[in-house]
């Protein structure tokens, strides 16, 4: 079917084409099926969207983004026609009903995937199927083997990559900034490529945004690291593994993040910048993603295993998840709360400990240290790690480099506690709940500091959190839930008495 080309006055992410009602029906689809545009020899597929009003009869309204895709303009004449579902649209449905995929039925289905072929509610069906029926390891290591295949890889000429990642969960997880300045500063190369915020306050590309550009080619990745010895890029800006930004995409109104996904996801990302050493940080508590220490260590022996088939030398470090790191959460706030730790070398125990640790593990990993933690130590106190912070900050075009120059938001409320006692627990979601609300990580300089954490003391007047916001609106939204659901818990320093009735004499 001949029709002319309309330029939609919006972008989406994936291939799409407007069609009328009466076209629609003339081509015999519906919304969700799929059509071929074709211009002179260039030709896309394109999921189909019955919108009345937004194109007339005899246009097929397409974005911008895709129109450069076949070198076509608006008013150009395409050909229309329509295409089946893609084969992989079966194998959804085989492992929908149980079955077990083969190498070939995964490789065709991340394929169609990363090119954008299988809808989001198709994907989503995948999704689902993966996390309510599971899929073995062998199934695992083709999805990975797979999305490694599918995308870019980036090649280094000298030295040893090494790379970390956090399974997340956890508010205030800034380990990163620290981690690879004290990496980069030993003389291997860290080229870490992290992701945004999904349901958390900040993802790590946000924080480090505050500082620097993350929005980097595999090129510029590649410079980059071999030049300073590591980088902190936004891995959806690159090509490596695409199909996982893809599952990343439904997982989020989803709200689930099915084992498969993750373990593909974390090692298809290592995989694909050529790292030869992996340590991972599996967060480990109430309010993470893994709740205790078994289910922990069963996700360590996963991700370890999946590693040796891949040939990737992987060590997993379960840590404490209870509470946030540190003690700010959001993108500026982590950002200086980060800087200033490498500044003054002193700071949360809880971010310094765990960032040195991993970095320990990673130096002896790569045979670079009998006594990781140790050196690790030393580059931090130095101020090594400080002085390669700022090289990475500069090369990618960065020009903040001191705390005191991170701009954090100007509307800003503190809850103070009512009453004495000890912080008997801290609630890691209502933390990034009221992060959220206050515009994290949308607002850079939203998000929230804790005063007091879980063992800590607390008199009656003691500021517990303080919110920050860029826009009073936004703060006023976060006071409110700060006040309905308590993001600390204080108790008294006796729990209970017994016998709990009391007599006050007599027989």
């Known amino acids: 079917m001949r029709m002319k080309i309309k330029a939609l006055p919006f972008e989406v992410r994936r291939h799409f084409v407007a069609l009328s009602e009466r076209d629609s029906k003339e081509l015999g689809v519906l919304s969700g099926d799929r059509v071929k545009i074709s211009v002179g020899k260039k030709s896309i597929v394109a999921e189909v969207g019955i919108i009345p009003g937004m194109v007339k009869d005899g246009e097929c309204g397409i974005s911008n983004l895709f129109l450069s895709e076949i070198d076509a303009k608006e008013g150009d004449g395409a050909e229309v026609v329509p295409v089946p579902k893609p084969k992989s649209f079966q194998h959804i449905r085989k492992k929908i009903l149980g079955g077990k995929l083969s190498k070939e039925e995964i490789y065709e289905l991340i394929n169609d995937i990363a090119s954008g072929s299988l809808n989001e509610v198709e ?21 990975t083997k797979a999305m490694i295949d599918t995308g870019e890889r980036i090649t280094f000429e000298r030295g040893t990559v090494v790379d970390k990642h956090s399974i997340g969960g956890v508010p205030g997880n800034k380990i990163t900034l620290l981690i690879v300045p004290i990496i980069a500063a030993s003389g291997l190369l860290i080229p870490k490529t992290a992701s945004r915020a999904i349901t958390s306050a900040t993802g790590t590309a946000d924080t480090f945004e505050v500082l620097a550009n993350v929005n980097l080619s595999v090129d510029e990745i590649k410079e980059i690291t071999e030049r300073v010895g590591g980088v902190i890029a936004w891995g959806g800006a690159t090509q490596l593994a695409p199909a996982d930004d893809h599952i990343i995409r439904v997982e989020y109104p989803l709200s689930i993040d099915p084992k498969p996904q993750l373990l593909a996801s974390v090692m298809a990302k290592k995989g694909s910048v050529g790292a030869k050493h992996v340590v991972i940080d599996i967060p480990v508590g109430e309010g993470s993603k893994v709740p205790d220490v078994d289910i922990g260590r069963e996700l360590a022996n996963n991700f370890v295993e999946l590693g040796r088939r891949l040939g990737l030398n992987v060590f997993c470090a379960l840590s404490s ?40 593990i990673l130096l002896e990993m790569a045979g670079r240290s009998s006594n990781g933690y140790e050196d690790a130590k030393r580059i931090f106190t130095s101020g090594k790690a400080l002085e390669k912070m700022k ?19 100007d509307k800003t409320y503190t809850l103070k506690s009512k009453k004495e006692g000890a912080v008997e627990a801290v609630f890691n979601k209502t933390l990034v709940k009221i992060a959220r609300a206050a515009g994290a990580p949308k607002d850079k300089g939203a998000g929230v500091y804790i005063h007091k954490k879980r063992g800590e003391v607390v008199k009656e007047g003691d500021a517990i959190i303080t919110i920050y916001a860029e826009k009073e609106w936004k703060l006023d939204n976060a006071i409110d839930i700060a006040l309905q659901e308590p993001a600390v818990e204080i108790t008294g320093m006796i729990l209970e008495k017994f016998p709990s009735v009391r007599y006050l004499g007599g027989e």
């Not at 500026?332 to 970095?359: V, Y």
């Not at 500069?394 to 954090?408: N, P, R, T, Y």
């Open 123 to 143: 994907v989503a069906a995948f999704v689902s199927a993966s996390y309510m029926l599971k899929m073995d390891l062998d199934e695992i290591e083709w999805m």
């Open 321 to 360: 998840g209870g509470q946030p790191v540190g003690r700010a959460i959001g993108p500026a706030l982590e950002a200086k709360e980060a800087l200033k730790t490498l500044e003054e070398r002193k700071g949360s125990s809880s971010l310094i400990e765990k960032s040195l640790g991993l970095a320990g």
């Open 391 to 409: 090289e990475i900050i500069e090369a990618q075009g960065g020009e903040i480099f001191s705390s005191k120059d991170v701009l954090v938001g």
